[in-house]
């Protein structure tokens, strides 16, 4: 009777697991022989919008379809893959290698959203990774959209379609496999130019590095903006969106300050209607069975002439520590632990976190940049981190979701200058993002 009940179980768990994981598109690369259900990919196969699914090169491609050895497309420069998809959320399995050489991949996914770093791959052999990604349009109904900034309309995060960028050493795919993945827990992102997935190098955020340090059972929707204040965010419909597709036991993680402490239409006053503005999001996400997490705001690289931070951000931080103490609800105090990090950087250093180089750097720039506010790679790699270790440190119910090989990170011990390597895409902006 127990063993009947067993195999009982293993098919409910099964037939679960199908319905919540149903494949909906299957990609070979370099294939000679076309397999059932498979669309065939070679190194000619660029895409255009009628046949819905392609590469985007920016080098040469080259590929192997010798039936006696492993079939791959790949490229010495970064490039992509792109498919037409409906809006959702999509667990895509990844069989990477097969290069006599070897190789290295990294995975960066629609607006530049880091979800692993560095796979290495032996000579001649392969290996499989799981991602989840989130594909969004800014539509919420027949008549309610986002109100999109005039240029978020070219951002890949809102062209209706999946987009893959493959970077590394001989980066390498064999075979991609394209799964809706609707039912898996989201966390959601909202804030400003320090949360968002930044489109272009130099600038990065904390929160399209997020993916890299979780697992493949929680997918990260990250629909912060450059610019944005509380008030903008909800009269803009980011928050409508959010909520438009928010489901019991998903997460609402709100980081706002920079903006919002400036005077104006969209300013809010630290302890009084900036605490009252960040209760209604926190109202909001839990009617609809949501879990809100308060983030405090990254300091600006601002020292005093002893080499500490000075907090430019008033009163904002302790007001959001107030709120999260009186309503009971998880706080990333990421305000606190960015102030550990720059000062162990130092004065010098930490321009090297920071959007700060000399002139000629990048293609058009005749002038140095010198940003304090907005990070670079590195600096918004060990802030993701900063987040990561304050979920584990506070033992949030979030720690499920974090990688099981996390190492733990001291914000006054930041990984080595030297030893960080990002590679960069191929798309470059030297405009200030909006915000300061």
């Given amino acids: 009777m127990k063993k009947l009940i067993s195999i009982f179980l293993l098919i409910i768990s099964i037939n679960i697991q199908a319905k919540c994981f149903k494949t909906l598109h299957h990609f070979s690369f370099g294939h000679v022989n076309e397999q059932i259900n498979n669309k065939i990919i070679d190194s000619k196969t660029i895409y255009t919008e009628e046949r819905?699914?392609?590469?985007?090169?920016?080098?040469?491609?080259?590929?192997?379809?010798?039936?006696?050895?492993?079939?791959?497309?790949?490229?010495?420069?970064p490039f992509y893959f792109t498919v037409k998809i409906p809006e959702g959320q999509y667990r895509i399995i990844l069989t990477l290698g097969g290069n006599s050489e070897g190789s290295s991949t990294t995975l960066k996914a629609e607006s530049r959203r880091l979800m692993f770093e560095n796979l290495k791959t032996a000579q001649g052999k392969t290996v499989k990774k799981i991602v989840v990604v989130d594909v969004r349009t800014p539509k919420i109904n027949d008549s309610t959209s986002i109100r999109l900034k005039p240029r978020e309309l070219n951002y890949i995060n809102w062209d209706n379609k999946l987009t893959l960028e493959f970077t590394g050493e001989n980066p390498c795919i064999s075979d991609i496999e394209i799964q809706d993945a609707n039912e898996l827990p989201t966390i959601y992102l909202a804030g400003n130019s320090t949360v968002t997935d930044q489109e272009n190098e130099p600038w990065a955020s904390w929160g399209q590095m997020f993916p890299n340090f979780l697992k493949s059972n929680v997918v990260v929707a990250n629909y912060a903006e450059s610019g944005e204040t509380l008030l903008a965010f909800k009269r803009e419909n980011r928050l409508k969106k959010i909520l438009s597709l928010m489901k019991k036991g998903d997460y609402l993680f709100m980081e706002f300050a920079h903006n919002d402490q400036k005077p104006g239409g969209n300013h809010l006053d630290a302890f009084t209607t900036y605490k009252a503005e960040l209760k209604y999001y926190m109202a909001e996400a839990k009617k609809k069975g949501g879990i809100p997490v308060?983030?405090?705001?990254?300091?600006?690289?601002?020292f005093d002439e002893n080499g500490k931070i000075i907090n430019t951000l008033e009163n904002y931080p302790e007001a959001m520590r107030q709120l999260a103490r009186e309503e009971n609800v998880m706080l990333i105090d990421l305000n606190a632990m960015s102030k550990n990090l720059y000062e162990a950087l130092g004065p010098e250093n930490s321009k090297k976190a920071f959007v700060h180089y000399p002139a000629n750097s990048y293609p058009g720039q005749i002038q140095a940049l010198a940003d304090d506010t907005h990070f670079n790679p590195y600096g918004a790699y060990q802030l993701a981190k900063c987040v990561v270790q304050s979920i584990v440190n506070n033992n949030y119910m979030l720690k499920k979701f974090v990688r099981a090989d996390w190492k733990a990170y001291d914000p006054n011990k930041p990984d080595s200058l030297d030893e960080f390597y990002w590679y960069e895409s191929p798309s470059v902006d030297i405009v200030k993002p909006d915000g300061n």
């Avoid at 985007?56 to 010495?76: A, D, L, R, T, W």
């Avoid at 308060?294 to 601002?302: K, Q, Y």
């Fill in 52 to 77: 819905g699914y392609g590469i985007i090169p920016s080098g040469e491609i080259f590929s192997n379809n010798n039936v006696s050895k492993n079939n791959f497309i790949g490229s010495k420069k």
């Fill in 294 to 302: 308060l983030v405090t705001s990254t300091n600006r690289r601002r």
